[in-house]
């Protein structure tokens, strides 16, 4: 049985230490009363080593935005999973706001680098999937979305893609209160999806990977993408930088 697990991506907000620790303090308490769901705050990197130590003692889990394939070098600006890897235990991969910004460096095979990176560094991967505005009235939803899985599981073994955790986040839906209806979100998660792992490493690792869904989820809908048997939690924007997320972690417990 795949356990629920709900990510909140924290983005370019919350990035000083006093407002992150003043946030978490607040928060902390309700969802550690919460069972039966996983939790992971991703906040950015000037705070990852202080929330370390205040989640260290909690089952709140803990990730970063991106990291380099590379373990060191010339790379001004980048961070390295194995310095990633002392303070938390996840690390969002491919987010659209990153493929669209810099398109060269969050290509797919850059994102394939940085997946196999991140096991190397014994960080679980959370990998972003899904189509854009443009795609999805075009109809090439399950061409893009199956195109990206693939590239992402190209060379993993299979324990590591029943570890790795997706994220599908039509890119239409993020950020513009507009998120995919649950049916549509579960079938692209359940038919395009665990379609591809099914292809390449069988049904019983397609149906053992967690897939959450992402774009606009708050406390009001999420219960409604829980609801989907396909659908295993969520990536979580702006609804988790305020403290109505304990109550969204709490809808889909």
């Known amino acids: 049985m795949r356990i629920p697990i709900i990510a909140g991506n924290w983005k370019m907000n919350l990035g000083q230490v006093g407002e992150a620790v003043q946030f978490v303090r607040q928060i902390r308490p309700g969802l550690s009363e919460i069972e039966a769901v996983d939790v992971v705050l991703c906040p950015p990197f000037t705070v990852l080593a202080t929330l ?42 491919g987010h659209s706001e990153r493929r669209a910004s810099t398109p060269v460096f969050e290509s797919d095979e850059a994102i394939r680098k940085r997946i196999g990176a991140a096991f190397a560094c014994g960080l679980t991967p959370i990998v972003c999937v899904g189509e854009n505005q443009e795609q999805f009235k075009a109809g090439q939803t399950d061409a893009i979305v199956s195109g990206q899985v693939e590239k992402a599981v190209s060379d993993l073994e299979q324990g590591q893609v029943e570890r790795m955790i997706i994220a599908y986040e039509p890119i239409w ?60 939690g969520a990536l979580v924007g702006g609804a988790s930088l305020k403290p109505g997320f304990v109550d969204l972690v709490r809808n889909a417990a």
């Open 52 to 93: 370390s130590e205040i989640l260290a003692p909690s089952k709140i889990g803990l990730g970063a935005q991106t990291m380099h394939w590379e373990q060191g070098g010339a790379h001004t600006g980048e961070i390295s999973g194995g310095m990633l890897a002392e303070l938390c235990q996840f690390v969002i991969l």
């Open 173 to 232: 839906a993020i950020g513009t209160g507009e998120a995919a209806t649950p049916a549509d979100a579960n079938r692209v998660i359940g038919l395009t999806i665990r379609r591809v792992i099914a292809d390449v490493f069988g049904e019983s690792v397609a149906q053992a990977v967690r897939i959450q869904y992402g774009g606009s989820v708050n406390e009001s809908n999420i219960h409604e993408f829980m609801a989907m048997p396909d659908i295993d």
